[in-house]
C-alpha cells in the first residue's frame, strides 16, 4: 500500500527576499551572503514528528519570484500544502507585491490553502529598515494569515515560521495523513495572531 505523509510547503515572493536562504537555514542551519541563484526547481526535504506523534516527511520547494519564472510557481502553488510568502523588510517594493502574490495563490491553490507571512532580514539595521513591524502585522490581519519577522542570518523565528505553517495545514486545511477522510474546519487561523 502506498502511503502519503508528505508535506509540501512552497517558499515565494519576489527575487532576493531570502527565500532560498530561509529553507537553507531551516534545513542545514547555514547561512551565506553570497547570492544563490534559483532556477525555481530544487527542494529538500526534512523529516518531522507532528505534535500527535505521526511523523511525517516536510518537502520544502524554493521558487524564483522574477516574472518569466510565475508559471513555474504557478504549477507549484497547485501542489502546494502550504505557502511561506516572504518580504524583505528593507524593500519597499517586495512588501508592496504580497498583495498580488496573495491573489494568485488564493486563485491558483487548492481550497483552504494555509499561508504564512513573513517579513524577513530584520537583523538589519533598523535605518534600512523600508517597512514597519506594524505595516506587517496589518497586511497579516488583512488577509488572516500569521506573521513572523525573520532573520535567516540570525535564525530568528525561522522554525516557528515551518512550525506555524505545518499546524496550520494539519490542522485546518483539507491535507490528511494517508489519505484519511478529514473533516474540513471552515475559516483560517480564526482571526488569531501568533506574533
Ligand atoms: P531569494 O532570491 O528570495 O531566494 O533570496 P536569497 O536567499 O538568494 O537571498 C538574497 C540575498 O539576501 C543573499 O545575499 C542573502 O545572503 C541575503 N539574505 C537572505 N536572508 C537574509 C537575512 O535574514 N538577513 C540578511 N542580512 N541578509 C539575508
Ligand atoms: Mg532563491
Redesign the pocket.
Known amino acids: 500500500m502506498t502511503t502519503n505523509n508528505d508535506i509540501k510547503i512552497v517558499t515565494l515572493?519576489n527575487?532576493?527576499?531570502?527565500?532560498?536562504?530561509f529553507i537553507i537555514k531551516y534545513i542545514e542551519n547555514k547561512f551565506?551572503?553570497?547570492?544563490?541563484a534559483?532556477l525555481g526547481l530544487d527542494f529538500k526535504q526534512k523529516k518531522i514528528k507532528l505534535k500527535d506523534g505521526k511523523d511525517v516527511r516536510l518537502r520544502i520547494f524554493d521558487t524564483a519570484?522574477q516574472e518569466r519564472f510565475r508559471s513555474v510557481s504557478v504549477s507549484f502553488i497547485k501542489k502546494a500544502d502550504g505557502v511561506i510568502l516572504i518580504y524583505d523588510i528593507t524593500n519597499r517594493e517586495t512588501f508592496d507585491s504580497i498583495g498580488e502574490w496573495i491573489k494568485n495563490i488564493r486563485e491558483i491553490g487548492k481550497e483552504l490553502l494555509p499561508v504564512v507571512l513573513v517579513g524577513?532580514?530584520c537583523?538589519?539595521p533598523e535605518e534600512e529598515r523600508k517597512v514597519t513591524l506594524i505595516e506587517g502585522k496589518e497586511k497579516a490581519e488583512q488577509f488572516k494569515i500569521p506573521f513572523f519577522e525573520?532573520?535567516?542570518?540570525d535564525g530568528i523565528n525561522i522554525k516557528e515560521a515551518f512550525d506555524k505553517i505545518v499546524e496550520e495545514i494539519t490542522t485546518k486545511s483539507n491535507w490528511s495523513p494517508n489519505g484519511e477522510i478529514k473533516t474540513l474546519k471552515k475559516g483560517n487561523n480564526n482571526g488569531k495572531k501568533c506574533c
Open positions: 515572493g527575487t532576493s527576499v531570502g527565500k532560498s536562504s551565506t551572503y553570497n547570492y544563490i534559483t519570484g524577513n532580514k537583523d538589519l525573520t532573520s535567516c542570518k
